[in-house]
């Protein structure tokens, strides 16, 4: 009877290293570039996104089934996005094309949104083909993102949140 409870001792404690090595390589999954291939609008309130988003991945296989983000200013949410579900491919550096959803909260409109900005700002990053040059003015500092992740590793569903992690860290890739 001893053996077989220290066996299970063993083993229980095998898989459990063996889980937590494994689980290391998930915490070096990399974002190595990103963009925005394609952007459609929806009215005054929200666009459609393509997003280009290169991944280092050197885990195995992942699956995202919700990833989505709450931008706030000061605080307060002013926007959302949420990306469409998709898979990482496992133990290589690869580009996937998302289809994201990003639209303006309920209370803020796009008077407010045009109001951080300095046109000659808006139209130097236009000429740039640099967007991401307006997170180089004032108000970007007060930009921040709760994210949620909800996915698929080593079949076993994962949970994660980040917040207020500021918006210049994740874009600035």
């Known amino acids: 009877?001893?053996?077989?409870?220290?066996l299970k001792v063993c083993l229980l404690m095998t898989m459990a290293m063996l889980t937590m090595t494994g689980c290391s390589k998930y915490k070096k999954?990399?974002?190595?570039?990103h963009r925005v291939e394609s952007c459609k609008f929806e009215g005054l309130r929200a666009a459609?996104?393509?997003?280009a988003l290169e991944v280092d991945n050197p885990a195995g296989k992942i699956e995202i089934f919700e990833l989505t983000a709450d931008v706030k200013y000061s605080g307060k949410v002013i926007g959302k996005l949420d990306v469409a579900p998709f898979k990482l491919t496992p133990r290589q550096k690869v580009t996937y094309h998302l289809n994201a959803r990003?639209?303006?909260a309920e209370g803020f409109g796009l008077r407010d949104v045009m109001a951080f900005f300095d046109?000659?700002?808006?139209?130097?990053?236009?000429?740039?083909?640099?967007?991401?040059?307006?997170?180089d003015?004032?108000?970007a500092d007060k930009l921040t993102a709760d994210v949620n992740?909800?996915?698929k590793a080593s079949g076993m569903?994962?949970?994660?949140?980040?917040t207020d992690v500021p918006l210049k860290k994740l874009l600035r890739r």
């Open 29 to 33: 999954i990399k974002v190595t570039s």
């Open 137 to 139: 003015l004032d108000f």
């Open 102 to 104: 990003a639209s303006l």
């Open 149 to 151: 992740v909800v996915g």
């Open 119 to 135: 046109m000659k700002d808006v139209m130097a990053a236009i000429k740039n083909k640099d967007v991401l040059e307006l997170l």
């Open 48 to 51: 459609n996104l393509g997003v």
């Open 157 to 162: 569903k994962v949970k994660r949140t980040f």
């Open 1 to 6: 009877m001893k053996k077989s409870v220290l």
